[in-house]
């Protein structure tokens, strides 16, 4: 049984071999992506799968490192430094994983 930290791992390293499957499968099928604290970005694996298909996965040269995690109860908290996103490009992210039975249910992300 995969504890709350092993999907954030899994899923940031997932994200940095750009395995969008592997990354997808980490997820529940009802995952709701925030702007911290409520904006709703993305709702629904299939519209993380078209937002980071698109963006991301293949050919990208982002990165993610996590300069800290704290874990409490079922919510991993990680400050993560991004390096290459085609979007973000460099930038330092705060991001919250919510994770229940099906995977990682909710994320926020704050910068």
């Not at 969008?20 to 997820?27: K, N």
């Not at 919510?75 to 919510?98: C, K």
């Amino acid at each position: 049984m995969m504890r709350p930290a092993d999907y954030a791992q899994a899923q940031l390293d997932c994200y940095n071999q750009l395995d969008l499957e592997g990354f997808l499968a980490l997820y529940a099928d009802d995952v709701v992506v925030h702007e911290f604290p409520a904006t709703p970005l993305l709702e629904g694996k299939a519209a993380l799968r078209e937002r980071y298909g698109r963006i991301l996965f293949p050919g990208s040269t982002v990165h993610a490192v996590v300069t800290q995690r704290m874990v409490v109860g079922n919510r991993v908290i990680d400050h993560e430094q991004i390096t290459g996103h085609p979007i973000m490009g460099d930038a330092s992210l705060v991001v919250i994983y919510q994770v229940g039975a099906q995977g990682i249910e909710r994320v926020w992300f704050m910068r």
